[in-house]
């Protein structure tokens, strides 16, 4: 069997040998008042990061997020999708209105953590259910749809800034047996890489 055949044979062998997590997607966005549109000078800062996991009959969507240093106070905070070209623009909203359940109003540094059941229409704007096909089922996947497509944000609204003081456009993450896979690719690359080299001289 060649070097190439065996390289081949072993790169399988270990995506096989992966868990799978294709049940499981995660976002990310970093948020900032230079990231609304238009941009603004709030030196607020934070983060927020969704996943959406899918088992069976099963849709959820885990938001957390961390927030401080807001020139004004907490309003608001929700998903809007979907952007007309990804990174910019703006959208309406697609999750809860007026915002998040259970997320800290009137306050200018916060933490949140909630996991909603995206087979229930109050998980989502009904604007957003209406626009995208009239049922749950169609709005999770035109927002799951924009996720991937880097065209879904999140934004926070403030007492200073109605329409977002910070945001953020929300950018799938690699899973970790993603990284694992290509790191080994590139190690296996290395050493046929050496024992040609090592053959020729």
Not at 79 to 93: E, L
Not at 110 to 122: I, K
Not at 124 to 139: D, E, Q, V
Request: aromatic share 8%; net charge neutral.
């Amino acid at each position: 069997m060649s070097i190439t055949r065996s390289l081949a044979a072993a790169l399988l062998a270990c995506a096989v040998a992966l868990p799978v997590a294709a049940s499981q997607s995660v976002y990310y966005a970093t948020l900032s008042g230079a990231n609304e549109s238009p941009p603004n000078a709030s030196p607020g800062t934070g983060w927020a990061r969704v996943t959406i996991d899918v088992v069976s009959t099963t849709k959820t969507m885990r938001v957390e997020a961390s927030f401080s240093g807001l020139l004004g106070t907490s309003t608001a905070s929700h998903i809007h999708c979907c952007t007309a070209s990804p990174d910019s623009g703006n959208a309406g909203v697609a999750t809860q209105t007026p915002t998040f359940v259970g997320f800290p109003l009137g306050v200018t540094s916060g933490t949140y953590d909630n996991t909603f059941d995206m087979t229930l229409d109050s998980s989502y704007n009904p604007a957003f259910i209406t626009a995208n096909g009239g049922t749950p089922g169609s709005a999770f996947n035109a927002l799951t749809a924009g996720l991937d497509a880097n065209r879904a944000y999140f934004n926070l609204h403030s007492s200073e800034f109605g329409g977002g003081e910070i945001r953020g456009f929300l950018h799938p993450v690699p899973e970790p047996e993603t990284y694992a896979l290509m790191l080994l690719g590139l190690a296996a690359v290395g050493a046929v890489t050496r024992r040609r080299r090592a053959r020729a001289s």
